[in-house]
């Protein structure tokens, strides 16, 4: 369906301007870190480093949703967003007191900021679109695209920077990056707290079993991602020994990057002209996700020196799925949640990718003995949520008939 007489708002600029900047800022710090804590000043052991940063990094569940919290129901969104990336720009700084005090109160304050900035910013983005929400899944693949876009100039740039000059140097940076992450914030403008139209007319269970759903979606996708680039990995060194073509296996790490910025690029253009509805374009994904098992299996059992370019093209479909699922669930959510609380229901998004990520790390030592394994896991959790999706959507419009 042709979308007509619409366009996107015009505070979107600000918003994808903020969020590359934050994302820069904090990949780029993600990266110091571990290097920064095993190095002649922290002179931390390497075992030690890498809990404490896997700590880190899972405390940000808990910050999210307290900063969703407190921005749904106490100061607004927009207060926490400009605290919050106050607060994780000054936390950034501390990091350059070579100290381990001054490594503990740099996280301290990063993931606090963070849990203020992160889900505010993704509700009021979503709000824009209450009005114009043909186009809601374009918008959210333009703030995909910017997350894609901010995390890997700062792993590039200021991990460079880290390295080349000095921790201190690179924290810097990313703590003056992430000051001009707040100041689009100033313009932004608290969101009308809407219900979108055609929600209006569907029971309150019916919209929290498709809010359920997309939870169940992210969480599965990210494990079978997870799973295909533990494949994928454990396959380069075998590309390497039977390929005759001249592909840098550096380059592979950036494959997803790439796909992701031109298929993504694609999709926001068509999704802002045509329409197609969500479950459509998740089913879709979970089809190229299935697809990118298939080869990788392939590319597994079968040896031959011109599998390289399957296995690049496993990364396309695996990039597609990603385009179709990571950034739908986002609109789905913003479309079916109550505003007033969407905040705290985006917030929560992250625990079912974070719980089924651990329950995975758990098998993680005995997948990695067989490649087949982890592709025929992965492919069965896509071809569980084709088949899934596709019994609720036919359940659901017999229940509408």
């Given at each position: 369906m042709k979308i007509k007489d619409e366009r996107h708002p015009k505070e979107l600029y600000l918003f994808l301007i903020s969020k590359t900047l934050e994302r820069t800022s904090y990949y780029g710090l993600r990266s110091l870190i571990v290097l920064y804590?095993?190095?002649?000043?922290?002179?931390?052991?390497?075992?030690?480093?890498?809990?404490?940063?896997?700590?880190?990094?899972?405390?940000?569940?808990?910050?999210?949703?307290?900063?969703?919290?407190?921005?749904?129901?106490?100061?607004?969104?927009?207060?926490?967003?400009?605290?919050?990336?106050?607060l994780q720009a000054v936390g950034t700084f501390v990091f350059c007191i070579p100290s381990t005090t001054g490594l503990y109160t740099g996280m301290l304050l990063?993931?606090?900021?963070?849990?203020?900035?992160?889900?505010n910013i993704i509700a009021n983005f979503g709000k824009l679109y209450l009005n114009k929400t043909?186009?809601?899944?374009?918008?959210?693949m333009t703030y995909y695209l910017a997350i894609n876009i901010g995390a890997f100039i700062g792993v590039l740039f200021i991990g460079l920077i880290g390295e080349k000059y000095g921790w201190s140097n690179g924290f810097l940076v990313a703590g003056v990056i992430m000051l001009l992450a707040t100041i689009p914030v100033l313009f932004f403008k608290e969101q009308e707290l809407k219900i979108i139209e055609e929600t209006t007319k569907m029971t309150l269970s019916k919209r929290i079993i498709k809010v359920v759903i997309a939870f169940v979606v992210i969480g599965l996708f990210w494990a079978s991602?997870?799973?295909?680039?533990?494949?994928?990995?454990?396959?380069?060194?075998?590309?390497?020994?039977?390929?005759t073509f001249d592909f840098p296996i550096a380059?592979?790490?950036?494959?997803?990057?790439?796909?992701?910025?031109?298929f993504g690029i694609l999709a926001i253009i068509l999704?802002?002209?045509?329409?197609?509805?969500?479950?459509?374009?998740?089913?879709?994904?979970?089809?190229?996700g299935l697809?990118?098992?298939?080869?990788?299996?392939?590319?597994?059992?079968?040896?031959?020196?011109?599998?390289?370019?399957?296995?690049?093209?496993s990364f396309l479909f695996m990039s597609i799925a990603e385009i179709h699922i990571a950034a739908i669930v986002y609109s789905i959510i913003t479309q079916y949640a109550d505003p007033k609380y969407l905040a705290i229901v985006m917030s929560l998004i992250f625990i079912p990718i974070g719980l089924i990520s651990y329950l995975l790390g758990l098998f993680t030592d005995g997948l990695l003995e067989n490649t087949v394994i982890i592709l025929f896991v992965g492919?069965?959790?896509?071809?569980?949520?084709?088949?899934?999706?596709?019994?609720?959507?036919?359940?659901d419009k017999k229940s509408i008939s």
């Open positions: 804590m095993i190095d002649s000043v922290i002179k931390m052991e390497t075992k030690d480093a890498l809990s404490i940063f896997g700590l880190f990094v899972s405390s940000f569940l808990i910050a999210n949703v307290l900063g969703a919290i407190i921005g749904d129901l106490l100061i607004g969104n927009k207060k926490s967003m400009l605290f919050g990336g106050i990063v993931v606090l900021g963070n849990g203020l900035y992160n889900p043909k186009l809601l899944d374009a918008g959210f991602f997870e799973l295909n680039s533990l494949a994928s990995f454990d396959l380069q060194d075998k590309i390497k020994e039977i390929s380059l592979y790490s950036s494959l997803n990057f790439i796909f992701i910025i031109i999704w802002s002209f045509f329409y197609k509805n969500q479950f459509f374009k998740i089913v879709a994904g979970s089809i190229f697809l990118s098992f298939g080869v990788l299996l392939l590319v597994s059992i079968v040896s031959s020196e011109y599998y390289v370019v399957l296995f690049i093209l492919g069965l959790i896509m071809a569980f949520l084709i088949v899934g999706l596709y019994l609720f959507n036919r359940s």
